[in-house]
């Protein structure tokens, strides 16, 4: 496989002539001394360098008495992309490049992970090849029943990390002697491979070796590529697969396996199976897009809301940072952490349906005024209801004033007819509410406040709240708020 740039003179003298670009910088002039030597007085000498930096290629204008031109748009110094064609005199060059990916690196800090230029490598040892490609492939009925039993599972899971978990455990139990593999997602604009979820299956210490330029051949191509090794004793094989939707590569999958006795079938089959998923990871990730934007509107529409009370600024954020403590005391897992975390980020939403008159008042509201302020948690689970991605988050808002003896609202619900969610939103929510230097209910120390809260302790969930007692001791409760605090009457109070 051909994996270097090339120059192609596209009109011009030596028509249809390619230079292998090997070495950079890459000189483009009419002197003899650049290696794309292009003759004739419509060049200077020095016309044109081409630089590499990592995946980059950079072309650079020395001479600019003849211009030069990308994709016909005039240029000093721009970045080449593969398919640029580069006008300058009467030459017309077109640029290839091989496609190459990028690893975010940055989110690889907690995976035991190396990379093929970190590890010594003998080139002569490491042979790529093809997955082959058969329409009608032998499968086993024990197979078949594994590949069955996925696509069910398949459509149950919600997010790109437990899709990935579940098509790598598929792709064990079709080869056993798999030892490792790893998922990541690619980002179209910027070719960057995001990892999603990895998995060592031996009990080896060796880090997973994730081999970037596999993965570059197999995205390129749009279709799996094999790595054999041979050493002394072993024969290791790495199978890389990219997931294409609509002809557009979206995640790419890399599975290491020791000694296999027929990787060439096994590839075969793993192909067939990401081919199969592919459909339901794309709406995943089409969710997830639609999901950032409609979370990207709540996020103004709440500091709207916190920007017409000094004192709530910031409020839904610490009540998220509380909870997602709790949600640690509690083990919780990390998709469920998540689900909380944005509830409680948007537990007061419902606010936007309040009057200013009500939600900026700094005295104790009346009983009419307070029956209204009690219904945003029913406007808020009514703006957010209709969203099917959200229906996990909204028992959380439209139940955050619930107690857990019954004297809460908008529904008196009590005990373990309380949505958990909302059960650890409650306590979360009262907790910010006493320090916050409210100017209805006058400052309160953090202390103070977890006096007051174990005085009321009926009011909250017993396991909840043993989880943020737990947290207060080990000191990862702690008062956060940037609220300017003022000491007000003891009497100026009101029922957040």
Same mark, same amino acid.
């Given at each position: 496989m051909? /994996? /270097? !740039?090339? $120059?192609? $003179? *596209?009109? #011009? +003298?030596? *028509? #249809?002539? *390619?230079y292998n670009l090997t070495e950079f910088p890459v000189g483009i002039g009419s002197d003899l001394e650049n290696f794309v030597q292009l003759p004739g007085n419509s060049i200077s000498p020095y016309n044109l360098r081409i630089k590499r930096k990592g995946n980059l290629y950079i072309l650079e204008d020395i001479e600019t008495k003849h211009k030069c031109y990308i994709n016909n748009k005039e240029v000093v110094n721009s970045i080449l992309k593969s398919g640029d064609q580069i006008t300058i005199g009467d030459f017309k060059l077109l640029f290839q490049a091989p496609f190459a990916v990028e690893i975010a690196r940055s989110s690889l800090e907690h995976i035991p992970i190396h990379f093929d230029s970190e590890v010594s490598t003998d080139q002569k040892k490491t042979k790529f090849t093809k997955v082959s490609s058969h329409k009608r492939m032998s499968l086993s009925q024990q197979q078949v029943a594994i590949l069955l039993n996925f696509l069910r599972d398949l459509i149950k899971t919600r997010s790109l990390a437990s899709g990935a978990q579940l098509t790598c455990s598929v792709f064990k139990m079709i080869e056993p002697a798999i030892e490792s593999a790893a998922v990541f997602l690619l980002e179209a604009n910027s070719h960057r491979l995001v990892p999603v979820y990895s998995k060592k299956f031996s009990k080896s210490k060796t880090p997973i070796v994730i081999q970037e330029k596999g993965l570059s051949r197999a995205i390129a191509l749009k279709r799996g590529v094999m790595c054999s090794r041979r050493e002394a004793k072993t024969h290791s094989h790495s199978t890389f697969l990219p997931m294409a939707h609509g002809g557009a590569p979206i995640l790419a999958f890399q599975c290491n396996s020791m000694n296999a006795r027929d990787p060439s079938k096994s590839s075969q089959v793993f192909q067939e199976i990401v081919a199969l998923a592919a459909p339901h990871f794309q709406t995943i990730i089409l969710q997830s897009e639609w999901e950032e934007l409609l979370l990207g509107v709540m996020e103004t529409i709440v500091a709207m809301i916190e920007a017409k009370d000094a004192y709530t600024i910031g409020h839904s954020e610490r009540v998220c940072l509380y909870a997602q403590v709790i949600a640690e005391e509690l083990k919780l897992d990390l998709e469920t952490t998540r689900i909380l975390m944005i509830s409680a980020r948007f537990h007061d939403i419902g606010k936007v349906g309040i009057p200013d008159a009500i939600l900026k008042k700094g005295i104790l509201l009346n009983a009419e005024e307070f029956e209204e302020m009690k219904l945003h948690p029913v406007i808020g689970s009514g703006i957010l209801s209709p969203l099917p991605l959200f229906e996990k988050i909204v028992p959380g808002i439209a139940h955050h004033h619930e107690r857990w003896n019954g004297t809460g609202y908008p529904d008196g619900l009590s005990g373990e007819d309380i949505p958990f969610f909302a059960r650890i $939103? !409650?306590?979360?929510?009262?907790?910010? !509410?006493? $320090?916050? #230097?409210? +100017?209805y209910v006058g400052f309160m120390t953090a202390a103070d406040a977890v006096k007051k809260l174990k005085n009321e302790s009926e009011l909250f969930d017993p396991h909840v709240f043993k989880a943020f007692l737990r947290a207060w001791d080990s000191g990862k409760i702690t008062q956060r708020t940037d609220t300017i605090r003022k000491k007000t009457k003891p009497n100026e109070g009101r029922t957040s």
């Open positions: 051909e /994996n /270097n !740039a090339s $120059i192609k $003179i *596209v009109q #011009g +003298p030596d *028509v #249809g002539k *390619v $939103i !409650a306590l979360a929510d009262s907790y910010d !509410a006493m $320090i916050s #230097g409210r +100017p």
